[in-house]
């Protein structure tokens, strides 16, 4: 299996990513879904899948989203198949583009929350970040909404990404899904 893109698939680097990232952000969504509504409030094990698991999986996906866009920037991206739309290329673009830049708010997002709300964040215990700025209530409120806003958003974005994939795959049977699997 070829390492980087060719005209027709996705290399082994890209298909890392993309995968790695879908498989951390349901993490993600599991974590915060079950904290959110299983758990009492102040509970240690909603301590524990925040601080010791969401924060640090967060921290992850950064670095993961960011290392993906510099390699597909330095990378070439597979043709879409022959006879697709023009609005469906813009499309896949425009969702593709929003999924990372969803990823980077929701990242930044909660790193400023959590330092807002006194609590500094800690890399699965191999590292702890310092804080860069004194509690604060009101910050800590406005990027949690922004953090909890784009979790929605992402959540729609993840859907249209899903049902194109699914579409392209069963209803048109072109090579869209197969390229990345």
Not at 86 to 94: D, N, T
Not at 97 to 118: F, H, T
Request: charged letters at 10%; one cysteine or more.
């Amino acid at each position: 299996m070829e390492y980087r893109n060719s005209a027709y698939r996705f290399g082994i680097v890209a298909k890392f990513f993309h995968w790695t990232i879908a498989l951390l952000v349901i993490a993600q969504f599991y974590l915060a879904w079950w904290t959110i509504y299983m758990l009492p409030e102040h509970s240690p094990t909603a301590a524990f899948y925040i601080g010791v698991l969401h924060k640090p999986f967060g921290i992850l996906i950064l670095v993961l989203v960011v290392l993906g866009i510099l390699w597909r920037m330095n990378n070439s991206h597979p043709a879409y198949p022959y006879g697709m739309p023009l609005w469906e290329q813009l499309g896949a673009l425009i969702v593709q583009n929003l999924l990372y830049l969803c990823l980077i708010v929701m990242a930044i997002s909660g790193v400023i929350s959590s330092d807002a709300a006194g609590h500094p964040l800690n890399f699965f215990g191999l590292c702890q970040f310092p804080t860069f700025m004194e509690p604060n209530k009101e910050i800590d409120e406005l990027f949690f909404n922004i953090h909890q806003y784009a979790a929605y958003f992402l959540a729609a974005l993840v859907v249209i990404h899903i049902a194109a994939a699914i579409k392209h795959h069963f209803w048109d049977k072109d090579t869209v899904l197969k390229s990345m699997l």
